[in-house]
């Protein structure tokens, strides 16, 4: 009886001492045991920036095929600033990294994100629109994917400031899942109406574009091509939710159609493939949306970010060209949200 005592105290010991040697944030995070802390994502693309470019960002969202093409390299010597200072970029492979630990890692939910981005993008679309949206007519084209379900948070927030909100999706509303699927049922349970297929009506003061993320690979198709072009064709101005529709945002590959935006809320950090000069004139206005990302998160994945949201949750960026020594580069005057989006716009 001693004997196996003995023994089984050993066991107990042993499992205790591992146990103790996983940090907190690692286990304590999801609640049910020891998980993988986020691994530092190699940017494995060639490229000649000469600003530290470590950093880079997912959602593969709708409608794409299997044709690529070649890659398209981004302006050397551009870098992106804000007022405290220059700001990493991000690929795909490292984005969906980040958004994996937010989730995996530090409990920190879709849905939560979801809801930070959508209400980000609504009080962007006030701000364009003069600081109220009561009696304003706005359209906003969903996808199915992570960046429509953002969209649908949007609509309900901008719906319960006052405007006059007609939510178009990609599909049908059965054709919707997990965390888009949610949010596309609060609207549905507010009464709130979608159109789940056609083309919006005209006469919208602004469009936003939540159809495609930034997990795109290839050109947009179908019903997504259709709601790109009647966009780009209609004379208000397009406000795009992370990146604009119809851009691969690792390397800056532009398909056809894509979105040519009046501004663009890009979120957690500006993508790679924005530095691209064929890119820069799609984004419109360039402005960066905090959803909650911790600076822990990114410090364990290598990336060097400043106090970006220190005094506000939207930040205007800048384009610089750097000074030929990394980390010096001319200093940006402060900026402010872009003026209010006239109803004028080529497409």
């Not at 920190?108 to 979801?114: E, P």
């Not at 596309?184 to 919006?200: E, H, K, N, T």
């Not at 220190?310 to 949200?337: I, R």
Request: aromatic share 4%; glycine share 12%; hydrophobic share 40%.
């Amino acid at each position: 009886m001693t004997g196996l005592l003995v023994s089984v105290l050993g066991g107990v010991l042993s499992a205790v001492s591992g146990w103790l040697a996983v940090p907190w944030g690692d286990w304590a995070a999801a609640g049910t045991g020891p998980v993988t802390a986020p691994q530092p994502v190699p940017d494995t693309t060639p490229h000649s920036f000469s600003v530290d470019l470590r950093f880079a960002t997912p959602a593969a969202e709708e409608i794409m095929s299997m044709q690529t093409r070649p890659p398209v390299h981004p302006d050397p010597g551009t870098a992106l600033y804000a007022s405290a200072g220059p700001i990493p970029t991000v690929t795909t492979t490292q984005m969906t990294e980040v958004d994996r630990a937010m989730v995996e890692d530090y409990g920190i939910s879709l849905l939560q994100m979801m809801e930070n981005a959508g209400r980000a993008l609504a009080g962007q679309a006030r701000r364009q629109l003069g600081g109220s949206v009561m009696g304003q007519r706005i359209t906003v084209l969903c996808g199915a994917g992570h960046n429509g379900g953002g969209g649908l948070v949007a609509a309900r927030r901008l719906q319960d400031w006052g405007a006059q909100v007609e939510v178009t999706l990609v599909r049908h509303p059965d054709g919707y899942h997990g965390v888009p699927q949610h949010q596309l049922r609060i609207l549905q349970a507010l009464g709130r109406s979608v159109r789940g297929g056609g083309l919006p009506s005209s006469g919208a003061a602004l469009i936003i574009d939540a159809l495609i993320g930034y997990g795109l690979n290839s050109a947009p198709r179908g019903h997504a091509a259709d709601l790109l072009h009647w966009a780009n064709h209609q004379a208000a101005p397009i406000l795009a939710l992370d990146t604009p529709s119809g851009i691969e945002v690792s390397e800056g590959q532009v398909f056809q159609p894509a979105i040519h935006a009046a501004a663009t809320l890009t979120l957690a950090l500006p993508k790679r493939g924005f530095l691209n000069p064929e890119v820069q004139p799609l984004l419109g206005a360039l402005l960066l949306a905090d959803i909650g990302v911790p600076p822990e998160l990114y410090l364990r994945m290598g990336l060097k970010v400043p106090g970006i949201f220190a005094t506000q949750e939207t930040v205007p960026l800048s384009w610089h060209q750097d000074s030929g020594h990394p980390g010096v580069a001319e200093t940006p005057a402060h900026q402010d949200d872009p003026a209010p989006l006239n109803s004028t716009r080529t497409a």
